[in-house]
């Protein structure tokens, strides 16, 4: 008598087998081999010998079930249970061996992040574990509701592989505090910067090492105030390199007597004059020499950071830190140096080619009485940033004004500031109020509103007008489960130890990390848990059978949407104590994810599930023909509400933006006129690979008529060297981009 495998393979029955099965469902979790065999498991086995003709593994199990319940109903129906779970393990390690398989030989290539090789081995080994990882966390880590609502694509949760190791997403790291106590790794401890340069250097370390022990990304709230002591401590000791050939004579005596001979620098240093003290001035020789050499530094130190993060590939999949600076606000001396050498580097590009790069995100802090207007301190600032933006696509700009900013003038650590894709930080209800400095995103997750505008809609036509009542329900169960979702997260976070994330808590790059060990609840208390929205523009459509762009009644709809989910998050926030925010979900991996699975369950529904995308957050759908000043307006009423980040964009063609008059009068309007937080412009750049020609012009060179060109576009709120590296539904919305300024 021979068993035929579930795989094929035919082997000899074995009795012992089908004995040990209904004994260890008899006895359950208290089985072990020393116990005695279940009083019927010997007799069925023998039956099964007894027919005498090959069985598949199915039919006895099958043949086991029927004679248990006629004999043993109650270890029948644990039979039954043992077999669908033993069945639930054989899928799952199923599953996991194909995705693995598929990972691993690079078949199943997605691109979900850009900037991630999936081809490479690390990339392929990340794949690999991710994909484990989900799956242990479907299954083990989230409860079975959240579970249900990720794979129904009702409630996605983001980085869903980090949730059984209880990762946070992403923080802007205190920097001022690393460069006054210097900080420590695994190897080594670093002491503190002495000069720009080496600021700079150490700069790049830290996001490095800080990206290491998070999935997200890394930022400064105000590079300029963070590295503008070092533009004194350069000049400082260049300008003391000066005196050293100037004869004693030469040296002011003010100065010397002030300070002493021995002891120049080192006072210096502790009193921090401003650079531009008159006292050094009237060492003319000397001022001038450390003028030229603090300039050249200022250079070579952020080309060299500019460099370094574009070139530290220190996450699997090729992947370098995903940096953000924020500047324009120090209006020092030494800050508006650092503010315009970062411009610089900007504008001077990376590589024998000078292309573009893709980090940091710059993001140029806009202000009211500091750059915003010609009489401002820091007017010229803004007109450098537009220059660099019409060449690099870079600075974003943000609103330091925006109605939901909240700032202390007097600190910088408050001062309104992104980072990443379009996180923002509000008010922290354990004592740092605004500050954003110390502080980050624990977790995001997103609800696809297309799949409730689809269900409650009229576009199935299954009704004539809209469920309204229906849609409400649901989606006030959905935020509950939204919810649920982040804090299951949160509570796998602040189960772990410090030594997790060793950098992060030893170093103090977040807020309170000297109260570690007491729990790090202390400080990931300080962070935010956002609940996200996709797809208002497919919503509306499903709903209404228009978008949020043509009709006033969907788009009074859409923002009664993203207003209840702002108030949901503040309830959150007292009901559980902790920083809940309304968060306008940057989709790009999930952008296709979505639409893929929506297409599955509902078909192919016109200006819905038609593409191979839903359209981001409130955004207006890029194929829309909508000019600039209407497309900002448009969207300018929801951006009050997603205070955990939000951004709108801008497509022009590549020679509309040279004319940096016409972006500062758009900026200014969508600022000062429509409260819009957070502004970016985007614009094609090609780039020939062998003459290094840039401009627009797709897929061959005018110059040399070569076609080996890079073709840089946005992704959602970074760049990536190539668009046809992005995945599939993001391709496809590349490939559909109305550019604004035609209309």
């Known amino acids: 008598?021979?068993?035929?495998?579930?795989?094929?393979?035919?082997?000899?029955?074995?009795?012992?087998?089908?004995?040990?099965?209904?004994?260890?469902?008899?006895?359950?979790?208290?089985?072990?081999?020393?116990?005695?065999?279940?009083?019927?498991?010997?007799?069925?086995?023998?039956?099964?010998?007894?027919?005498?003709?090959?069985?598949?593994?199915?039919?006895?199990?099958?043949f086991v079930e029927k004679e248990l319940m006629a004999v043993d109903p109650v270890t029948a129906k644990r039979y039954i249970l043992y077999r669908n779970r033993r069945s639930r393990i054989r899928e799952q390690r199923s599953r996991i061996m194909e995705a693995m398989r598929r990972r691993l030989d690079a078949i199943a290539v997605q691109n979900q992040n850009a900037n991630v090789d999936e081809r490479s081995f690390?990339?392929?080994?990340?794949?690999?574990?991710?994909?484990?990882?989900?799956?242990?966390?479907?299954?083990?880590?989230?409860?079975?509701?959240?579970?249900?609502?990720?794979?129904?694509?009702?409630?996605?949760?983001?980085?869903?592989?980090?949730?059984?190791?209880?990762?946070?997403?992403?923080?802007?790291?205190?920097?001022?505090?690393?460069?006054?106590?210097?900080?420590?790794?695994?190897?080594?401890?670093?002491?503190?910067?002495?000069?720009?340069?080496?600021?700079?250097?150490?700069?790049?370390?830290?996001?490095?090492?800080?990206?290491?022990?998070?999935?997200?990304?890394?930022?400064?709230?105000?590079?300029?105030?963070?590295?503008?002591?070092?533009?004194?401590?350069?000049?400082?000791?260049?300008?003391?390199?000066g005196l050293l050939w100037m004869t004693e004579d030469e040296i002011d005596n003010a100065l010397w007597n002030h300070y002493g001979t021995e002891d120049l620098e080192k006072n210096l240093i502790e009193t921090m004059p401003s650079i531009d003290d008159k006292r050094f001035h009237k060492n003319s020789r000397a001022y001038d020499y450390a003028i030229y050499m603090l300039e050249k530094e200022l250079k070579q130190g952020a080309e060299a950071l500019y460099h370094n993060l574009n070139t530290l590939e220190s996450r699997a999949g090729s992947q370098?830190?995903?940096?953000?600076?924020?500047?324009?606000?120090?209006?020092?001396?030494?800050?508006?140096?650092?503010?315009?050498?970062?411009?610089?580097?900007?504008?001077?590009?990376?590589?024998?080619?000078?292309?573009?790069?893709?980090?940091?995100?710059?993001?140029?802090?806009?202000?009211?009485?500091?750059?915003?207007?010609p009489e401002d301190r820091n007017y010229d600032l803004k007109q450098h940033a537009l220059v660099s933006l019409s060449k690099r696509i870079y600075p974003n700009f943000c609103n330091c004004d925006w109605s939901q900013a909240h700032?202390?003038?007097?600190?910088?650590?408050?001062?309104?500031?992104?980072?990443?894709?379009?996180?923002?930080?509000?008010?922290?209800?354990?004592?740092?109020?605004?500050?954003?400095?110390?502080?980050?995103?624990?977790?995001?997750?997103?609800?696809?509103?297309?799949?409730?505008?689809?269900?409650?809609?009229?576009?199935?036509?299954?009704?004539?007008?809209?469920?309204?009542?229906?849609?409400?329900?649901?989606?006030?169960?959905?935020?509950?489960?939204?919810?649920?979702?982040?804090?299951?997260?949160?509570?796998?976070?602040?189960?772990?130890?410090?030594?997790?994330?060793?950098?992060?808590?030893?170093?103090?790059?977040?807020?309170?990390?000297?109260?570690?060990?007491?729990?790090?609840?202390?400080?990931?208390?300080?962070?935010?848990?956002?609940?996200?929205?996709?797809?208002?523009?497919?919503?509306c459509q499903a709903l209404f059978g228009e978008n949020h762009v043509h009709s006033k009644k969907a788009?009074?709809?859409?923002?009664?949407?993203?207003?209840?989910?702002?108030?949901?998050?503040?309830?959150?926030?007292?009901?559980?104590?902790?920083?809940?925010?309304?968060?306008?979900?940057?989709?790009?991996?999930?952008?296709?994810t979505a639409l893929k699975a929506l297409r599955k369950q509902h078909g192919i529904l016109p200006n819905i599930t038609d593409r191979d995308y839903i359209t981001n957050s409130h955004h207006v759908p890029v194929w829309e023909k909508v000019g600039i000043f209407e497309k900002l307006e448009i969207e300018a009423p929801f951006c009050k509400y997603p205070t955990g980040g939000c951004i709108t964009y801008v497509e022009l063609d590549s020679t509309f933006v040279q004319n940096t008059k016409a972006i500062e009068q758009i900026i200014d309007y969508a600022f000062q006129k429509l409260d819009i937080p957070y502004l970016a412009f985007n614009f094609p750049i090609d780039t020939c690979l062998d003459c290094g020609y840039q401009s627009e012009f797709n897929d061959e060179c005018p110059e040399c008529g070569s076609r080996n060109i890079e073709q840089l576009r946005r992704v959602t709120g970074y760049l990536t060297t190539d668009y046809r590296k992005f995945n599939e539904g993001k391709r496809a919305e590349t490939i559909e981009r109305v550019k604004h300024s035609k209309y």
């Open 122 to 241: 690390s990339g392929r080994e990340k794949e690999a574990s991710a994909d484990i990882q989900k799956i242990y966390a479907l299954e083990d880590v989230l409860s079975e509701e959240v579970a249900n609502a990720h794979k129904g694509m009702l409630i996605y949760q983001h980085d869903l592989e980090k949730a059984p190791i209880g990762e946070h997403n992403c923080l802007n790291i205190d920097f001022e505090k690393l460069f006054k106590e210097g900080f420590s790794t695994r190897n080594g401890d670093i002491r503190p910067p002495s000069t720009f340069s080496t600021a700079c250097q150490q700069m790049a370390v830290i996001f490095q090492c800080q990206s290491q022990v998070q999935f997200g990304g890394v930022g400064t709230v105000h590079i300029d105030f963070d590295l503008a002591p070092f533009v004194k401590r350069s000049f400082y000791k260049h300008y003391c390199e």
């Open 320 to 373: 370098v830190p995903f940096t953000s600076i924020n500047y324009g606000r120090d209006e020092t001396i030494e800050g508006r140096m650092v503010s315009q050498a970062m411009l610089n580097a900007s504008l001077a590009g990376i590589g024998k080619h000078h292309k573009t790069s893709i980090f940091p995100i710059s993001i140029f802090q806009y202000k009211q009485g500091c750059n915003a207007n």
């Open 555 to 592: 788009h009074a709809f859409a923002l009664s949407v993203v207003q209840r989910i702002n108030a949901y998050a503040k309830e959150a926030s007292e009901r559980n104590d902790l920083n809940f925010s309304c968060y306008a979900t940057p989709a790009e991996g999930l952008c296709s």
């Open 407 to 539: 700032e202390d003038p007097s600190n910088p650590d408050t001062y309104f500031s992104t980072m990443g894709c379009r996180t923002m930080l509000g008010f922290d209800r354990h004592g740092l109020g605004y500050q954003r400095v110390g502080r980050g995103n624990n977790v995001p997750v997103t609800i696809i509103l297309p799949q409730l505008g689809i269900k409650y809609g009229t576009c199935l036509g299954e009704r004539e007008v809209p469920d309204l009542e229906g849609f409400w329900k649901e989606f006030e169960s959905t935020l509950k489960l939204a919810e649920q979702g982040l804090l299951e997260r949160f509570d796998t976070m602040i189960c772990q130890a410090a030594v997790s994330a060793p950098f992060m808590y030893q170093n103090g790059t977040i807020a309170d990390a000297d109260k570690y060990a007491e729990s790090v609840y202390n400080s990931l208390r300080h962070n935010t848990l956002a609940i996200g929205y996709l797809g208002v523009a497919e919503m």
């Open 1 to 62: 008598m021979m068993i035929i495998k579930r795989d094929g393979r035919k082997v000899p029955f074995d009795k012992s087998k089908i004995e040990t099965a209904i004994t260890k469902a008899y006895w359950e979790e208290e089985y072990c081999p020393t116990q005695p065999l279940h009083p019927n498991a010997t007799d069925i086995a023998e039956k099964i010998r007894a027919l005498d003709k090959d069985m598949s593994v199915e039919s006895i199990q099958d």
